[in-house]
C-alpha cells in the first residue's frame, strides 16, 4: 500500500475528504519526524514506538579500492513494534 491507497482507505472509512486525510497525515508524519530529530520518543499504544537510535562509529572497508575507512557514529530512526501489533501480524 501507498501513501495515495492509504489516504483513500481512510478517507472512504472515516468519511472525510481525500484532501484532508492527506493534511492529516502530512501533518502527523512531519511532527513525529520533528520529534525523532529533538531525540524524544512517539509512542503509540497498540501501535509501536518510534525513536532516535544510535551507531557507533566504526571502521569500514572502500569496495572500489579495497581501502579501510573511519565511518563516524551517527543516530537514525528507528521502529520497535509493539505487542499487539507484533501478534497481529503472526
Do not use: C
Not at 569496495?63 to 528507528?78: C, F, N
Amino acid at each position: 500500500m501507498n501513501k495515495a491507497q492509504l489516504i483513500e482507505k481512510i478517507a472512504s472509512e472515516g468519511h472525510w475528504s481525500k484532501a484532508e486525510t492527506e493534511k492529516m497525515l502530512d501533518f502527523t508524519i512531519e511532527n513525529i519526524k520533528k520529534a525523532i530529530k529533538k531525540g524524544d520518543d512517539v509512542k503509540l499504544v497498540g501501535f509501536g514506538t518510534f525513536l532516535k537510535a544510535k551507531r557507533k562509529a566504526r571502521l569500514g572497508r572502500n569496495p572500489r579500492t579495497g581501502k579501510t575507512i573511519k565511518i563516524p557514529a551517527m543516530s537514525y530512526p528507528k521502529f520497535r513494534p509493539g505487542a499487539e501489533f507484533k501478534s497481529m501480524v503472526k
